[in-house]
């Protein structure tokens, strides 16, 4: 009998130490999970401010419809009230254009004008390449 008990005992004790390890595996991923959920979420940096928008070089007066790079020609259309003369002073900006040049020469139908306006179709001669969409600005005289 005394050969009985301690088989029992030593059953009992081989199956308590895995029932006792999965347990203490079992308690530690619980205890890691309530502290992920308990951690305080640390402060984002804060994002730097954008910065200031470069103030427009002048009045925008209109757009480059198409450009002629052969004849280094840009056709512009005017915004409504504006006129453009020989002389004056314009800039012409877009994404990969960036320029300032005085009004040499304004045509309309292969003829040279010195004032043009709203409605007329017209071709700048331009100093550097324009595209289709840049701006055009009167510079501001100084």
Do not use: C, W
Request: charge should be positive; hydrophobic fraction near 35%; avoid cysteine.
């Amino acid at each position: 009998m005394a050969k009985a008990k301690k088989k029992a005992r030593s059953k009992a004790k081989t199956r308590k130490k895995p029932l006792r390890k999965a347990v203490k595996k079992a308690v530690k991923k619980v205890l890691k999970a309530a502290r992920k959920v308990l951690r305080k979420p640390k402060p984002k940096a804060p994002k730097p401010a954008a910065p200031a928008p470069a103030p427009l070089p002048g009045e925008r007066i209109g757009v480059v419809t198409h450009y002629y790079g052969h004849l280094s020609v840009a056709v512009v259309k005017l915004e409504p009230g504006v006129t453009l003369r020989v002389g004056d002073n314009i800039h012409v900006k877009g994404h990969t254009s960036d320029f300032s040049q005085r009004v040499e020469s304004l045509q309309i139908g292969h003829a040279s004008v010195e004032a043009v306006g709203t409605s007329d179709d017209f071709g700048l001669k331009v100093a550097e390449h324009a595209r289709e969409h840049d701006v055009v600005y009167r510079l501001k005289p100084s």
